[in-house]
């Protein structure tokens, strides 16, 4: 199905001050099989800066599928790419991302 989310931070002072950052999420997860689930995920962040240029900071758009190995044990596999908005709001030099795509394998166990 389909699952929608808004988020809202609010600064409330220290190294942010008072500014805000909104963030809408959509995620859409269906099953492939009895034993395997998918999911697609986006997000959008807006930020409201104190002294600062507002406007759209950062998406993502990422994807993961994962399902039972056994009744105890699971799996999963992810990517998600990440993305810097408008430059004025988040400009290159001071807090650029490091990577722009993380990957994730998992394996967990149920006791």
Same mark, same amino acid.
Not at 12 to 22: A, L, N, P, R
Not at 68 to 77: D, I, P, R
């Given at each position: 199905?389909?699952? $929608? #989310?808004?988020? @809202?931070?609010?600064?409330?002072?220290?190294?942010?001050?008072?500014?805000?950052?909104?963030?809408?999420?959509?995620?859409?997860? $269906? *099953?492939? !099989?009895? !034993?395997?689930?998918?999911?697609?995920?986006?997000?959008?962040?807006? +930020?409201?800066?104190?002294?600062?240029?507002?406007?759209?900071?950062? @998406?993502?758009?990422? +994807?993961?599928?994962? #399902?039972? $190995?056994?009744?105890? /044990? !699971? /799996?999963? =596999?992810?990517?998600?790419?990440?993305?810097?908005?408008?430059?004025? =709001?988040?400009?290159?030099?001071?807090?650029? @991302?490091?990577?722009?795509?993380?990957?994730?394998?998992?394996? +967990?166990? *149920?006791?």
């Amino acid at each position: 199905g389909v699952a $929608l #989310g808004l988020t @809202y931070y609010q600064g409330v002072g220290g190294f942010i001050g008072t500014s805000s950052y909104i963030e809408g999420a959509a995620s859409y997860g $269906l *099953d492939l !099989s009895e !034993s395997i689930s998918a999911s697609i995920d986006a997000t959008a962040g807006f +930020a409201d800066q104190d002294g600062g240029e507002s406007g759209f900071q950062d @998406y993502s758009i990422g +994807a993961s599928v994962g #399902g039972a $190995l056994t009744e105890s /044990w !699971s /799996w999963g =596999v992810s990517g998600t790419y990440i993305g810097q908005g408008d430059d004025k =709001v988040l400009p290159d030099g001071v807090f650029a @991302y490091d990577v722009d795509f993380v990957g994730m394998f998992s394996l +967990a166990c *149920d006791m």
